[in-house]
């Protein structure tokens, strides 16, 4: 069973502050791993996605990917309100993908 | 505009009904998927299509059938509803290559 599992908070941090997201996936034959943001009653928007070993960083987000210990994060720096929403890692073996439940983050003024 | 659609947004129905939610996609992409959420399960994938005639199961596939006739569409087909497929459905595409998907707004479905 491929499985990507993620803690579902809630997390909280203040305004300003890293937020760190963490997922870990069970398949070692997945070879690229997607963070996407779902704000309350909306649609899933894609945030980046990660497929080398090492980090990526695009504006305030940086996505790790350490594939030995099958762990995928996501920081935020510089937290701001609007990022308040469910955090969705989802991974990708072969042509189909494998979603976590999502870490639900808020970001206190 | 670059879009994902899909209707009807919300759907009650009944037991055994058969429905059709359809999802069109105007940016050329190959791959288009469909997924279902529900609390506590995150999104799982139902079905996927590569490309024009190319379909694969996903991860929860029974009780559904997809067809892709075209490359801008991606139906969805629920021949004989029950109420355990109440649920919140999403349409994907994105590039074969890239897989950075687009979801559609969701269609809201449930079966009484």
């Known amino acids: 069973q491929k499985e990507v599992e993620q803690n579902s908070g809630p997390l909280s941090v203040p305004e300003g502050a890293i937020a760190s997201l963490n997922c870990t996936y069970s398949?070692?034959?997945?070879?690229?791993f997607f963070w996407y943001r779902q704000y309350s009653g909306k649609s899933p928007e894609l945030i980046m996605f990660?497929?080398?070993?090492g980090d990526k960083e695009d504006g305030r987000f940086t996505a790790q990917l350490n594939k030995a210990s099958q762990y995928v994060s996501l920081l935020i720096r510089d937290s701001q309100p609007s990022d308040s929403a469910t955090y969705l890692c989802?991974?990708?073996?072969?042509?189909?993908?494998?979603f976590g439940t999502g870490t639900s983050l808020t970001v206190i003024p | 505009e670059a879009q994902v659609t899909q209707n009807p947004r919300y759907l009650i129905t009944v037991t055994g009904k058969k429905l059709t939610v359809t999802c069109s996609q105007n940016?050329?992409?190959?791959?288009m998927s469909w997924y279902r959420q529900d609390p506590g399960l995150g999104l799982r994938q139902i079905y996927y299509?590569?490309?024009?005639?190319?379909?694969d199961k996903g991860d929860v596939p029974e009780g559904y059938k997809v067809s892709r006739k075209e490359k801008r569409n991606f139906p969805l087909i629920l021949e004989s509803p029950s109420p355990n497929q109440t649920s919140l459905y999403f349409c994907?595409?994105?590039?074969?290559?890239?897989?950075?998907?687009?979801f559609g707004p969701g269609t809201r479905l449930t079966v009484t």
């Open positions: 299509s590569m490309n024009v005639e190319v379909t």
């Open positions: 990660i497929y080398s070993n």
């Open positions: 989802a991974g990708l073996t072969g042509n189909q993908f494998y």
């Open positions: 994907a595409s994105s590039r074969a290559l890239s897989y950075e998907q687009y």
């Open positions: 398949d070692r034959g997945s070879q690229s």
């Open positions: 940016m050329n992409h190959e791959y």
